[in-house]
């Protein structure tokens, strides 16, 4: 397969691009990486707790990130989730990298929220099947204007979610088992990372039940805010 910018395709390539804080730039979407139970008091609500030997991770495909202030209420479920993380955005190459490498990849962060359907993500946890259907659906990973700040490492600051205005999460990203140096490190001795690359860095405890036309509020300190409603 080739990535020649000059090559003829059979219909035009779809591109999705977010928006930056002060950028009237696009930052383009690559793969959409997350980090499952990465703080150990939401890995305990789920019945479950970190894997000390190595991150868990899953995808979610481009079409889930969205910046819109209404996303429609997602079809086939009866439980949905939210989950407020910190998330990474990846500026330039990189593979089998060390910890200490990872900082000069980093292009910026943004406030996210990882929507889950719960419901059939436990049938997929109790037959051994795929969290695609449960995590990957469209619009199922809101996210703020991005903060561009190169080449940093973010290793503390509060992080909260609101659900009409009550406080359902909060917790600090201190808290994160593995860390962004780490969990970069990780996924690069698996695959080439890209620019454009996007990391869901996991979500503390507090995720619970979300209704048609609920507001959610997330808020991260020194990162931003996001706010939307579910439209019913």
Known sequence: MTESRKSNFVFKPVVRGVAIEGNSALFPVGKVYCVGKNYADHAK??????????????????Q????????????????????????VFLKSECSNILP?????????????????KRDIQAVAKKTGGPW???????NSAPISKIQKKEGLLI????????VNGQIRQSSNLSNMAWKIDELISWLSRYITLKPGDII???????????????????????IGSLSFKLIG
């Open 200 to 222: 869901f860095t996991g979500t503390p405890a507090g995720v619970s039940k979300l209704n048609p036309n609920d507001k959610i509020e997330a808020e991260i300190e020194n």
């Open 64 to 87: 889930a990130i969205t910046q819109s202030a209404n996303i429609p209420f997602p079809t086939l479920t009866d439980d949905l989730h939210h989950e407020v993380e910190l998330v």
């Open 155 to 162: 290793e503390q600051g509060e992080i909260s979610l609101r």
């Open 132 to 138: 695609d259907l449960s995590k990957g659906f469209d």
């Open 100 to 116: 200490s490498e990872a900082s000069q990849h980093i292009f910026g962060y943004a406030v996210g929220v990882d929507l889950t």
């Open 45 to 62: 609500e789920m019945g479950g707790k970190v894997d000390k030997n190595q991150p868990f991770f899953f995808s979610k495909p481009p």
